[in-house]
């Protein structure tokens, strides 16, 4: 039990930085709230 434990924590710090160090993004959308998308409703039916 206590390599299984070990070996999960050395694969997780393993993956840490694989990517490249962290970069802040590159624009951040004003403060509020926005809504948009389309909605439908309605009754189909075949005679």
Known sequence: MKKLVFLGLFV???????DGSP?????????GISVSGEARM??????
């Open 42 to 47: 309605g009754v189909v039916t075949k005679f």
């Open 12 to 18: 997780t710090l393993a993956a840490c930085g694989v």
């Open 23 to 31: 970069k802040a993004p590159e624009s951040t959308p004003p403060p």
